[in-house]
């Protein structure tokens, strides 16, 4: 399986992902889930990907070969975020089509969350589902996730804000998929960050945590320890205080 998220605030955008692909107990490999394309200083995408691995693979290649090729639209010609989340739709729809002609006993659907900027028009993020039809984030909850998304999401739905700093919203991030790895073991490293400050229009900080990692270690272990912590402050029930009191 797979968990990935994006965050889109004020000062930029934060991308996460993990590497882990199964399709069975005995069957697990790594593959970057996480893709970048674009123009310095005119425009810049980031990709992230969920579900089958011959499709997002397929729906990447696409993506690459168009530019050169000069097919339009393309993730060049576009002149919108919306423009390239449709695009994209397109692509996914198609590919998922023709991989399903080969072999009509097996789900070829995915899921892709495109991010990024284009010159001259603000960051956006669109999720794209496995129809081809897409969603944008709310401006109550500023991210978009797929895959194994419900064990990294309380740490986002209580912290994350659109005014919320870039680096605070990469660690929030960081806890999210420890969250899910530690719950999920279809989801696990090497973990993908990648943060873009707004109208950089080029690459941002771009992240690679293995499971040896020492940041990576640091941050779960005192994320576990705060963990305990605050549960240790939590107020008493009634009857801590005095065994007489009911509920």
Not at 15 to 40: E, L, P, Q
Request: proline share 6%; glycine share 6%.
């Amino acid at each position: 399986m797979t968990y990935c998220a994006a965050l889109n605030l004020d000062t930029g955008m934060v991308f996460c992902s993990d590497s882990r692909t199964n399709a069975g107990i005995d069957n697990v490999s790594v593959y970057s889930k996480m893709h970048t394309f674009g123009s310095a200083g005119e425009r810049f995408f980031v990709l992230l990907s969920a579900g089958n691995l011959a499709t997002t693979q397929a729906v990447v290649k696409k993506l690459n070969s168009d530019m050169p090729n000069g097919l339009v639209p393309n993730l060049q010609s576009v002149a919108s975020m919306q423009e390239a989340a449709d695009y994209l739709g397109i692509i996914s729809t198609q590919v998922q089509r023709q991989q399903s002609e080969r072999d009509i006993n097996t789900n070829f659907e995915a899921s892709f969350i495109l991010g990024g900027q284009i010159a001259g028009s603000d960051p956006e993020l669109f999720m794209i589902y496995p129809q081809g039809n897409c969603i944008h984030e709310s401006n109550e909850h500023p991210f978009l996730q797929i895959g194994e998304v419900k064990y990294g999401k309380p740490i986002l739905d209580r912290v994350v804000r659109r005014d919320t700093p870039l680096n605070r919203a990469a660690h929030c991030c960081m806890v999210s998929m420890n969250s899910t790895i530690r719950s999920n073991v279809s989801v696990g490293p090497p973990v993908e960050l990648l943060i873009y400050q707004r109208d950089q229009l080029t690459p941002g900080r771009h992240c690679l945590y293995r499971e040896d990692d020492l940041y990576a270690r640091q941050l779960a272990e005192q994320w576990n320890s705060g963990l305990m912590s605050a549960l240790d402050q939590l107020p008493p029930f009634p009857w801590e205080r005095d065994p007489n009191l009911s509920c």
